[in-house]
């Protein structure tokens, strides 16, 4: 782990409330990636943000779910009315990209653990 | 689109023993990254070892060595030694290198690894 953080770590909410988690990528990072990992299955992309743009959404459901990347300040997936299909383990991921290349490895947050009653 | 098959859903090893973990990947592309992911009961994604699609060598990290057959689209990761601290699920992913792109990662369903002492 090189240090991405995210909170909280475990969100509890009840259907119909809005959830926001936070990520803080590593330092100089300008690039988060955020992934979903529903119970028993493996990650699945949900959308790609550099600072103040959104790159790639292709895996965010179509309603509720939005994600920003501020010039400052961390990384906010925000879902609102959440549902129980919502509860998942959410995980951050920054990268940089080196000059000139593609050559990069994702480093991964702790994740947050959503629950929804 | 590029897809990652990870068969074994769990796999168990003696300790001080060897396992081998199987994934294969498709895709029509012919520069990529394959990974191996070691998730522990803590949820924390650990990248266990890493290989360029270009290079012919495989990649081995102390007790972790992988199988990469590029004809074949095969990626297996054989665990040498085996320790209790090993018992993980463990997580193949791809990530396409060309430029310009998301470079967003594509994960297998995982093999839940038990180390029996």
């Known amino acids: 782990n090189a240090g991405v953080m995210q909170n909280p770590r475990h969100l509890v909410r009840r259907r119909g409330q809005e959830a926001r988690l936070r990520c803080s990528p590593v330092?100089?990072?300008?690039?988060v990636y955020w992934y979903r990992q529903l119970p028993e299955e493996g990650l699945k992309f949900m959308v790609y943000?550099?600072?103040?743009?959104?790159?790639?959404e292709s895996g965010m459901p179509k309603e509720r779910f939005s994600a920003e990347f501020p010039k400052e300040g961390p990384s906010i997936l925000r879902i609102q009315q959440v549902v129980r299909g919502d509860s998942a383990a959410y995980f951050c991921?920054?990268?940089?990209?080196?000059?000139?290349?593609?050559?990069?490895?994702?480093?991964f947050g702790p994740g947050t653990r959503l629950t929804v009653l | 689109a590029q897809t990652v098959t990870q068969s074994q859903p769990e796999m168990s090893v003696q300790e001080a023993e060897t396992v081998t973990l199987s994934c294969t990947y498709d895709?029509?592309?012919?520069?990529?990254?394959l990974f191996w992911y070691k998730q522990p009961p803590s949820r924390q994604m650990i990248l266990v070892i890493r290989q360029e699609a270009y290079k012919q060598q495989n990649a081995t990290e102390n007790r972790f060595s992988v199988n990469f057959q590029k004809a074949a689209k095969s990626f297996s990761l054989k665990i040498s030694d085996s320790q209790l601290g090993d018992a993980a699920m463990y997580f193949c992913?791809?990530?396409?290198?060309?430029?310009?792109?998301?470079?967003?990662?594509?994960f297998g369903t995982g093999t839940r690894l038990k180390v029996l002492a």
């Open positions: 943000l550099q600072k103040e743009n959104i790159i790639d």
């Open positions: 895709t029509s592309e012919s520069d990529y990254y």
């Open positions: 330092k100089g990072h300008s690039h």
């Open positions: 992913a791809y990530r396409s290198a060309i430029w310009p792109g998301t470079y967003k990662y594509i």
């Open positions: 991921a920054s990268s940089i990209i080196p000059r000139g290349g593609a050559r990069d490895t994702q480093y």
